[in-house]
């Protein structure tokens, strides 16, 4: 059974960063995975932020501007997101996301939010 765990969430003013972490386990195919970071403000849709495939090539919201980084470890199966200048529109639940053999997996969410 493949489980994704993000880490890394929490409060922070604007202007800051943050560094979300997500680990995925039960798998052996984390490597050949696209993985991508979405997420759901109050009120909202979820949205996808950011995506990044087996070969390491990165996709990004229109609303990142340059301010945020996927990557991804396949030797620690994690994928993070590295979240700079944070703006308090950026605030919500930040879920990871794994596309693994045609399957679909989610994780629980860890939330951002950004005062003002």
């Known amino acids: 059974q493949v489980q994704l765990v993000e880490s890394g969430g929490g409060l922070v003013q604007a202007g800051g960063s943050l560094r979300l972490s997500c680990v995925a386990s039960g798998t052996i195919f984390f490597s050949s995975s696209l993985m991508g970071w979405y997420r759901q403000a109050p009120g909202k849709q979820r949205e996808r932020v950011a995506i990044i495939d087996s070969g390491s090539v990165t996709k990004y919201a229109d609303f990142v501007n340059g301010r945020f980084t996927i990557s991804r470890d396949n030797a620690k199966n994690t994928v993070y997101l590295q979240m700079n200048s944070l703006k308090p529109e950026d605030t919500g639940v930040y879920y990871c996301?794994?596309?693994?053999?045609?399957?679909?997996?989610w994780g629980q969410g860890t939330q951002v939010t950004v005062s003002s």
């Open positions: 996301h794994a596309l693994i053999r045609s399957v679909n997996y």
